[in-house]
């Protein structure tokens, strides 16, 4: 090792004499500021010496020689020495060594938060098992077509699912029960067989007059107990539309009409009365059907057209999808174990859940979603079901707030050998026994709609907590917002729904899938012409830049060619896009929020069309890489959030779902060849001023081209724009710029009228001498001068001066104009 000299070593003894180490690594700092450790310097004994005083490297940034040096050292002797250490580096030979490396500060990650309904907070989400996922979905009760209200539940959990799956990149299991014993299947099932035998008996007129009055009697008290106004007003409308039936056909048969006119107005009241006569035929003979299968037709029907609808809309299936009827062994032996710890009794061949002995014992809480509507008796009695209330049912239990396990089964009821004799599930049970069944005693994520939070999923917390003997059936909570109808309440029961396949009559699955995004999953969601048409906007600008990106990347280059350089222009762009895709995930992992994807979604194409114009009016072109990149990139997250149905690696498919993907690859190269060619015509044309052919090859763009699915833009100056879009939206396209162009011809023409009209006035009040234009104001006026101004009123007294006044500026302004006509006829130019 090499010696110092005598300068150095003097400056390191006063170095050293300094006793704060803070100071002294200051000192060195400024010291060594003079100093490099380059190739060929030799360490000094002084040099290892003075910094094995320094524990560490200076914190402070700015001490940065020091920091490099003792780096340096610490390197070369292979480690940290203790201060007095002896030290064992032989002579330096002056090798260079990589200075420490630090990582990068960096930011913290984004966490996914979910509004948990347990705590109603945004919470963590953590699942239990790595990245695992197990999620149980409360599925339809199947009595009724599917309606708004299973889309925008099953729409936004479809959209979630794919989110922690695509996105998060999840591992999720998805399970999803049918309910297919229910009270109101049960009742509905029973209605429709009863309706069915009394329509095939064909009741005569005045049969069917007879029991419609006596079906209305019950009606008529049943409406009149009713408070609920949603309720009775539906029942009102069931009254009048019945009412208004009764009348033709009790005329019909008074007046002896004859057979055909009296079967069409029977036919006519059987519409009308199903409801009433349903639920009349249901009370008196309701208890007599005791067929097994008439309870099972029903719900498998409708199971199927639920499932149908659910692929109409491209929800994904579940993972594995249950059936309270495959169930019952299960169920029955989930209630069982309920009794066996205490938190269930039998009474009268039911079982209830005891919920003030679950809710007093130390490890269990009642009422963990909603503890506010705890004693709630309308909500409750609504969970128990309509067969399930009466007061022999309510006189079973120790509690009105106990809600039935299992319950037995009455006449008119399907039934199941069980226990304590032959019954059904109840509501709540069954998911509890099913999703426990799959998912074992702890799941990640419980879902379903927003009315379902008390009692059904109180309910099935606590009994599946009452099985397990835990205080943790469910991790996170997930209930989707309600729908509304044009801000009215829906309700199946009240029958004021729309259903899923009326409402893809009107728009497309990706249009309500759209909708459904724009708005948050949690909140309430109004389905209306105005949510709607924000939706079919957002479609439409959306395909309409993946259109015009598409029609870039067509445009012949060579392969370096693809790689251009970055202007300012470009960079922007770059750094919206990446600033975008940071929000949007920031959104994602808010509770998923799509309404604000969409909406960064939006400004980042907003960005892309300004940036594709401003190089369009410089007759530049724009870089399709950056395009591809931006538009391969939406299009990915509309696959993730299930609005692009098929593979298609850009933008919307063209030709709709089932057409083949290559559609485009195909019939695009002719399509190109014959907008050149078509180009080439209108030149020649224009050229030798031949309009015949240039209104053929507007024909061929406005009529002939949008009934293929095919869009030519003409742009002045540049090639024309080649586009594949949808064949009913090209059409509809055509049928408003018909609609614009009829508008604005009727009011040019309407402009016309009207100056023609104002002129023919004019003209008419022109011809008119001055001296003549009061005299026929005899209503006004009884007396005039020699020229023809009024002097007098029509009482006789004489005109003000200021009324004379008036009078002259009018008697002076009309000699003018009539001067003016007198001088037009003499020079011929009248209109």
């Known amino acids: 090792m090499a010696g110092c000299s005598g ?35 030799s360490l000094s004994q002084a040099d290892v010496d003075v910094f094995r005083q320094l524990s560490a490297p200076p914190a402070d940034s700015r001490l940065f020689h020091v920091a490099r040096w003792f780096r340096h050292i610490e390197a070369l002797l292979g480690g940290p020495h203790g201060k007095g250490q002896p030290c064992g580096l032989q002579a330096s030979k002056g090798r260079r060594v990589q200075p420490q490396w630090s990582p990068p500060a960096g930011t913290e990650p984004c966490k996914l938060r979910l509004y948990n309904s347990l705590t109603r907070n945004k919470d963590v989400f953590i699942p239990q098992d790595g990245k695992k996922v197990t999620w149980y979905c409360c599925g339809p009760t199947v009595y009724d077509a599917s309606h708004m209200g299973h889309a925008r539940s099953y729409i936004s959990f479809d959209i979630l699912r794919r989110v922690l799956k695509d996105y998060f990149q999840y591992d999720v299991f998805y399970c999803m029960n049918i309910t297919d014993i229910d009270d109101k299947i049960i009742r509905r099932a029973r209605q429709n067989y009863l309706f069915e035998q009394y329509c095939e008996q064909k009741p005569v007129a005045a049969q069917l007059l007879e029991d419609v009055h006596a079906a209305l009697e019950p009606f008529s008290v049943k409406l009149s107990e009713t408070t609920d106004p949603d309720k009775r007003q539906m029942l009102e409308r069931i009254q009048r539309a019945v009412t208004l039936a009764i009348e033709p056909l009790e005329q019909a048969v008074r007046a002896s009409h004859p057979g055909e006119d009296v079967s069409g107005r029977v036919q006519v009241l059987l519409e009308e009365a199903k409801d009433l006569l349903s639920d009349w035929l249901d009370s008196m003979s309701g208890s007599e059907v005791t067929d097994n299968s008439i309870f099972s037709k029903l719900p498998k029907f409708w199971e199927e057209e639920f499932h149908k609808d659910m692929e109409a809309l491209n929800v994904l299936p579940p993972d594995v999808l249950t059936r309270v009827s495959e169930y019952i062994p299960e169920i029955v032996n989930f209630v069982q174990k309920i009794v066996d710890n205490g938190y269930g009794y039998v009474s009268n061949g039911s079982v209830y859940f005891d919920t003030a002995k679950f809710a007093a014992s130390e490890k269990h809480s009642y009422g963990k979603l909603v503890p506010e509507a705890v004693g709630d008796q309308k909500a409750l009695q609504e969970g128990e079901g309509d067969l399930s209330v009466s007061a022999d049912c309510l006189s079973e239990k120790r509690s009105p707030n106990d809600f039935a396990l299992w319950k037995a089964s009455k006449p008119g009821e399907p039934s199941w050998p069980c226990p304590w004799g032959k019954g059904r599930p109840g509501w709540h049970i069954e998911c509890s026994a099913m999703a426990s069944t799959l998912l074992g005693a702890s799941m990640d994520i419980h879902g379903g709609g927003f009315d379902l939070r008390f009692p059904h999923h109180d309910n099935e917390l606590a009994q599946s907590e009452a099985y397990f003997e835990n205080d943790c059936w469910v991790s996170y909570f997930l209930h989707t917002g309600h729908l509304t109808i044009a801000g009215c309440k829906m309700s199946k029961s009240l029958k004021n729904f729309i259903t899923i396949k009326d409402a893809l009559k009107k728009h497309s699955a990706r249009q309500l899938r759209l909708a459904f995004l724009m708005h948050s999953w949690k909140d309430t969601l109004d389905y209306s012409s105005n949510t709607m048409e924000s939706a079919l906007q957002y479609e439409k600008f959306l395909s309409e830049f993946f259109l ?69 009016a410089a007759r530049r072109r724009p870089n399709r890489a950056l395009l591809e990149s931006i538009a391969v990139y939406l299009t990915h997250m509309l696959k993730i959030f299930g609005a692009i149905e098929e593979e298609s690696s850009l933008g919307f498919p063209v030709g709709g779902p089932g057409k083949n993907l290559n559609l485009e690859s195909m019939v695009m190269p002719y399509l190109k060849v014959l907008s050149e060619f078509r180009e080439g ?3 020649i044309a224009r050229e030798n001023k031949v309009p015949e052919v240039l209104q053929l090859s507007d024909t061929l763009r406005d009529d002939i081209l949008p009934e293929l699915g095919v869009r030519f833009e003409d742009h002045e100056g540049l090639p024309t724009v080649v586009k594949l879009v949808d064949r009913d939206t090209l059409l509809k396209e055509r049928e408003e710029k018909k609609r614009a162009e009829e508008e604005k011809r009727r009011k040019k023409e309407e402009a016309a009228r009207r100056k023609q009209e104002q002129e023919a006035a004019k003209l008419a009040k022109m011809k008119i001498p001055p001296s003549e234009m009061f005299l026929s104001e005899s209503d006004k006026y009884s007396k005039f001068d020699e020229n023809g101004l009024p002097t007098h009123d029509t009482e006789g007294k004489e005109l003000s001066k200021g009324q004379v006044k008036k009078l002259r500026k009018l008697f002076e302004a009309q000699e003018k104009l009539h001067k003016e006509y007198l001088q037009m006829v003499q020079n011929g130019s009248l209109p």
């Open 7 to 41: 300068e150095q070593a003097s400056d390191y003894r006063s170095i050293l004499s300094i006793s704060d180490e803070a100071a002294r690594a200051q000192a060195l700092d400024q010291h060594l500021s003079t100093r490099s450790y380059v190739q060929g310097y």
């Open 548 to 616: 015009n990106v598409k029609d870039i990347l067509r445009a012949p280059v060579d392969i370096t060619s693809q790689f251009e350089k970055w202007e300012t222009e470009e960079a922007e762009l770059n750094k919206t896009f990446y600033d975008k895709k940071a929000a949007i995930h920031e959104a994602l992992c808010d509770n998923v929020d799509t309404r604000t994807v969409m909406e960064e979604m939006r400004a980042l194409v907003s960005q892309c069309n300004l940036y594709m114009a401003a190089r369009k």
């Open 681 to 683: 015509v209108r030149k």
